[in-house]
């Protein structure tokens, strides 16, 4: 593992806070705009998918033209952005990721050789660019470290919770860097179209067939009472007529 200097990375990512705060800001606000009213229907996946889609966008806009700054998007490889201190005369450079983190402040990722190596702050084998002090003594090693500009959620997944920058030191743990969660802009707040969920069809009583059934006996069974309640009063006038008659 690389060493490198806490204290620069620090002032490295001060030098860019309201910038890469922005990223978030922006891209919570495209997803208010785009998906507001069918944001329930994704899983968290899929969310989490559309969030880096436009993280990614929002970084390049933001960060376009912005001295010491550039990126690399590749198949396979996934979005970079890279912020060399040089120019404000900061002696460090770094390579983000922009991902979600969970309590720990730790991604979520496929165990994969170079997510590996990402997260132990080592570089896949290739000739090292370096050069001598000016004293032919020690050696600086052109390396960036691995960061991770991350955010967490709220239990409802309705707006972020923090907006943090890390460095990884394993697969499970990270350092904090800083938090922009400050400077953030918190809100931009999906909300869920509950309106459009609760407008279901009028409840209609279905009954059941033993029930009909029931009601449908009850039913004949009043009717013959009926019947024979008139029955017998007819036979009672009769024979009260018959009577007279005699």
């Known amino acids: 593992m690389t060493i490198y200097n806490p204290e620069n990375l620090n002032k490295l990512i001060q030098h860019h806070q309201e910038k890469l705060a922005s990223v978030f800001s922006e891209a919570g606000s495209e997803i208010d705009k785009f998906y507001t009213k069918t944001w329930h229907l994704y899983n968290a996946s899929e969310k989490a998918m559309l969030r880096n889609c436009h993280l990614r966008n929002c970084a390049k ?11 690399k998007d590749r198949k396979g490889i ?5 912020l060399d201190g040089i120019s404000a005369g900061i002696e460090c450079l ?5 991902k979600k983190v969970n309590k720990n402040l730790v991604s979520s990722n496929i165990p994969t050789r170079a997510v590996k190596l ?12 370096v050069q001598n002090d000016l004293f ?8 960036p470290a691995h960061l991770i500009a991350g955010y967490t959620r709220n239990p409802l ?6 907006l943090v920058v890390t460095f990884p030191t394993g697969m499970r743990s990270a350092e904090l860097i800083l938090e922009l969660s ?4 918190f809100s931009q707040v999906v909300q869920i179209p509950l309106a459009e969920i609760n407008e279901t069809a009028p409840r209609v009583r279905v009954r059941r067939k033993t029930q009909i059934g029931a009601e449908e006996k009850t039913e004949n069974q009043s009717r013959i009472v009926k019947q024979s309640d008139e029955k017998e009063i007819k036979d009672n006038v009769i024979a009260i007529r018959n009577k007279s008659v005699r």
């Open 78 to 82: 996934g979005f970079k952005l890279y």
């Open 157 to 162: 997944d309705t707006a972020y919770e923090r």
């Open 136 to 143: 032919g003594g020690a050696k600086i090693v052109s390396e």
């Open 61 to 71: 806009r933001i960060f376009d033209g912005v001295d010491g700054a550039s990126w």
């Open 94 to 98: 770094a390579e983000l990721k922009l």
């Open 182 to 185: 400050s400077t953030a802009n």
């Open 118 to 129: 990402f997260n132990t702050q080592q570089s896949a084998p290739k000739p090292l660019e």
